[in-house]
């Protein structure tokens, strides 16, 4: 068999496991996410333990594996120059970085979180995940937006984290950093740890300024979603407001099941 040959064949079985519709294929893009959120779990208990000496080869195995993950999934590719250029894919190379260069970009492998939130929305596996669970129809939106608020204050613990553990004695910890975040972001504020520092303060003046907002926003999303997920029968459109009596798009009178309450 020729070396073209079996490249071609190699590329096509990954785009099977791609952008297939197969169980086949649905696994593996499960098991995409898995791995992300293994490696998120890593960072909470790597962040926990400081110093160890399996930090540092583990961020080079985990480097290696997301390196070729992705050389994989651009080689699967047909518009190889749209996808290099995304912004998912330049997220996965700064990902990719923070792992290799612990020694000169400490602590940034926090940065893998942000990669689980764009897989949620790639490799097909929101229309997986509608097709094989009738639970996740029911609830796409809430689960998006827990997933989205989640993720927000993981990567505000981990900034605070990675900016203050080294110079800060009230932050010892993971778990430190996200009480202090859940506090300034609840406008809570008990006083009891505060960021040392410029760069500490600046810190908290952004999350004070931007974080609140943005926090108080991505929770009412959760518990009251302004939107429902409905078929209009006459244009199919999907999206409605949750009190909607008529489609916004053509005017159908929709019959969208509600509780009573608004």
Known sequence: ????????????????????????????RYGLVGFDVVT?????????????????????????????????????ETNRRRHILS???????VVICSLFLPALIDNLGFLRIVRALRLLRSYHLLRDLRAGSQWFRRYEDVIQRTLNLAIFIMIVTSLVYVSQHAINPQIESYIDALYFTI???????????????????????????????????LLQAVFRPSKIRFECPDCALQIHDIDAVHCKHCGRVLAIPTEGVV
């Open 87 to 93: 912004l998912s894919t330049l997220t996965d190379v």
């Open 183 to 217: 506090t300034t972001l609840t406008t809570t504020g008990f006083g009891d740890i505060t960021l040392l520092g410029p760069g500490g303060r600046l810190l908290a003046v952004v999350i004070m300024v931007v974080g609140v907002g943005l926090f108080l926003r």
């Open 40 to 76: 998120i779990a890593i960072f909470i208990v790597s962040a926990s333990v400081p110093g160890r000496w399996w930090i540092v080869p583990l961020d080079f195995g985990l480097g290696a594996v997301l390196t070729l993950e992705l050389a994989a999934r651009i080689y699967a």
């Open 1 to 28: 068999m020729s070396g073209s040959s079996k490249a071609s064949r190699l590329r096509s079985a990954l785009r099977s496991l791609y952008f297939g519709n197969d169980e086949r294929a649905r696994r593996f």
